[in-house]
């Protein structure tokens, strides 16, 4: 298949790079990384755009995603599929799914889940929002860069699968912090704790595989001086998304909305920029309730 891609960063880089090792040609522009070995590098968005069969774009937010597409749309053949892989906001996903079906397109909004692991080694999960039709024509690229690909519902379907997905992890991670430094308080031993809620009905993905705790539960950031793994200030961009997302749906979410303040104070007043998500725990154990 003939692919352009469109942000070829972190995330975008391996991707691309899994494409073309499937043997697929594919044309990519960044405005500043480099072209992963076997990728064409095109000098405008709209020269990577067209005659492919599929763009791909995998940008850092929603106001970014619009004027790549207002640019690549234009260019694309009728037919073709323009696929947003970024995380953005939901009503960004749709205004761009709508111009790209205007011009005779078919979009899907599929960002993923599994970080720069995931896209370097092809084990991806992709939740995708738009047509059948256009789900049915890049499965087989979510097939090769990740190992599953869940169809949503219509355009928007798979950023809001995204954004809630990352409150639970937001509010969770937060929860599994505060206990253990509730627990560190009450002299409970970390191993303790983690061997009791790791196997009651406190467990979850944070305890039990990314546990906040160095030395507990199995290798996570926590063990690496907290060095990301999903950095801070990303969990802080998905839950502003989630409460923007809430306010234009008028959906109730009071432990998102709290959870979304407490990473930003942690990333712009508590040194949290650039570390893991995970470093609220040494932020809880450094206050007091007060
Ligand atoms: P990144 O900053 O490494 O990559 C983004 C790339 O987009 C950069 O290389 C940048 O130069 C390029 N870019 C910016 N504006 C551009 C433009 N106008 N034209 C062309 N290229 C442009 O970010 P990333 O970590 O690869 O994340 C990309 C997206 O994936 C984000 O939306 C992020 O939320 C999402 N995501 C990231 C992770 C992760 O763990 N890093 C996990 C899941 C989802």
């Known amino acids: 298949m003939k692919i352009g891609f469109i942000g070829l960063g972190n995330m975008g880089g391996p991707m691309a790079a899994n494409l073309v090792k499937a043997g697929h040609a594919v044309t990519g522009f960044d405005l500043t990384a480099p072209m992963p070995d076997g990728v064409t590098r095109a000098a405008t968005a709209a020269e990577a ?81 738009g047509a059948d039709a256009a789900f049915a024509t890049v499965k087989p690229l979510f097939d090769i860069m990740g190992q599953k690909a869940v169809h949503c519902g219509a355009s928007g379907a798979g950023q809001a699968a995204k954004i809630c997905n990352n409150m639970i992890l937001g509010v969770t991670m937060i929860a599994t912090c505060e206990a253990f430094a509730l627990a560190d308080k009450l002299g409970l031993d970390r191993q303790k704790m983690f061997d009791v809620v790791s196997t009651s009905s406190g467990y979850s993905w944070t305890m039990n595989a990314y ?80």
Request: hydrophobic share 45%; glycine share 12%; net charge negative.
């Open 211 to 290: 546990c906040p705790a160095p030395g507990v539960g199995p290798a996570s950031p926590a063990d690496n001086g907290y060095k990301p793994g999903f950095a801070a200030e990303l969990m802080l961009k998905d839950l502003n998304l989630s409460q923007q997302a809430a306010v234009s749906a008028d959906a109730d979410t009071p432990m998102g909305q709290l959870a979304a303040e407490l990473y930003r104070r942690f990333v712009e007043d508590e040194a949290g920029r650039g570390m893991d998500f995970s470093a609220m725990l040494p932020r809880f154990e450094r206050r007091g309730r007060a």
């Open 49 to 129: 755009a067209t005659d492919a069969e599929v763009v791909i774009t995998m940008l850092p937010n929603g106001a970014i995603l619009r004027s790549v597409a207002a640019e690549v749309i234009p260019a694309m053949t009728a037919g073709a599929v323009l696929c947003d892989c970024s995380t953005v906001d939901v009503d960004s996903a749709r205004a761009v799914a709508d111009q790209a079906q205007a011009a005779g397109l078919g979009a899907l909004d599929a960002p993923v889940s599994g970080g720069v692991g995931g896209a370097t080694n092809g084990t991806l999960t992709f939740m995708a929002g």
